[in-house]
């Protein structure tokens, strides 16, 4: 108080005075318009802007007095200090759940959204090297930080990635600790207890909490949720009520596309609260996942449907195996899978982009090549396989692709992703390469 | 793998015809065989020979067409020998079930020595 006076706050007192009035006569809505307001209270006494900073707005919609659900519309308290001109707010959440927010009629008018883009890849590291210096911890040197670009430039995920290192008593990084620290903070870190309350927060009960999760883990899976009748297997609750649940995670902002730490999370709990794994396991898992994606190369191609093109893919398969020395017979067959890929893509799908997207993941042990157009569905399940002698009296002697493509290939999976059919084959390298 | 410009060409050898297919065996150049294989089944050759010691890669379409040729000459009681096949065409024909409805042998003499001992 000293202090106080001595600076002239006089205001502050009466503020905090205030406020405990409240706090002894239990006054649960008068202590929350008291908070909301001191900002402002501060701004207009001291007449120096005062910017307030909210983390995770779209959690004010479920504001309540002394427990869940007993008050509605609180979220309108903040009318006036929005609209104060001496008190700007910095809101942040979910987009999802922001624009619900903000459709209230008391804040109509006085926000505007921004959609954050992720930092650069340069300033991404300055501010991990600035969390980790207030932490004195050493970064990563040079060449040892390239784990961080799983991050994508996400200031919260950076920050708790330090945090991580932190807590696991780490003095310095390497870019094995990096991972040993993210697996940690995506299963039992700050990242994890963030999406976890999300989840929490947008499920009412223990089992729409798993029902969700299964819902996430087949989003992510298969790439979507469109299929309702399979959902709502999935989730072992009725259509409709699927339909609530799977409303209320897209608004929370937790069905996202491109976020691979988010997906990681979900991985993990779905190992734990699902599949009944402890967290050393799932840790691991997403260890082993990414020491061994360190090590891969990884290579895009597009090519146009038009005749020849899938030579071209064939060409850089060539190359791509002839710099991991492998064995020239064992590439022509490589070569061959592709081109009947390619061929079926041009032939089957109808695509008005004409356009096949291709990449090739190279590890130690593993091809992996993923093969995507736009265009009509292709399953080849259904395709009946119709024996050499009948092809040789029907008029009909084609359907040969995928024939080849699953003798050739170690693992084939045909999807659907949104309009796109994806082909994902999989082939060890063990034993491949050229004998010197 | 160098694909190279896909060629057809042929020669007759007694009453056997001689194919030699170069580059690449896809829909467009699998044609051309099947078109040149045509030409001599309407002359009355019924013994042909497809030398694939030139052939750098095939797809699914080129051996569709191949099977093509097959059905032609089974049609005309006819028979195919294919020959200089490198393993990997062997292994992919024999992947798909082909090769027990063609003769395969290592080299053209060998195979001209088959037709003509048939003959006999």
Known sequence: MPAISSLGLYWLIDCMEDFQAHVDKKDLYWQIVAAISAPVTAAQKSGKPVTVMLDDFDAAASLYESSLGDAHGLVSLFRESIRSSLCPHVMTGSAGALDKIFADHSLIGSTEQMRLGPLPEDVAAELFGAHLANLKIAPPPAGEAKFLSVLKGNPLYIRNLAKAAWKMGKKALQEKDLIECYSFDVTDGETAFYWSSVLSRHTKTPEERRAALKMLMHALEKGGLEDSGRLSLLSGFGRAETGVILAAMQASGIVRDRDEVLRDFIRCLHMREIEGRDAGYARQKIETAYLSQSEEERFELVIPMSSNAELVVAKAVEQIGKNRNLDDEFLNYLQLALIEVCINAMEHSGSYEKKVFLTFITRPDKLEIIAENAGRPFSPEGRKEIPVEEKLRMGMKRGWGFKLIYAIMDDVKVERVNDRTRVIMKKNLTDKEESQ | ?120
């Open chain 2, 1 to 120: 793998m160098k694909p190279a410009q896909f060629s057809v060409t042929s020669k007759l050898l007694g009453d056997a015809a001689v194919i030699y297919p170069k580059g690449y065996l896809n829909n467009l150049s699998g044609e051309s065989l099947v078109n040149e294989c045509g030409i001599y089944i309407g002359r009355g050759i019924t013994k042909i020979v497809v030398n694939f010691r030139e052939t750098d890669l095939i797809n699914s379409i080129g051996i569709s067409l191949l099977l093509q040729i097959m059905e032609d000459l089974r049609n005309i009681k006819g028979t195919i020998c294919c020959t200089n096949m490198s393993k990997f065409l062997q292994d992919t024909f024999e992947m798909l079930g082909l090769l027990q409805h063609m003769v395969v042998f290592p080299g053209e003499s060998d195979a001209i020595d088959y037709l003509k001992a048939r003959t006999t």
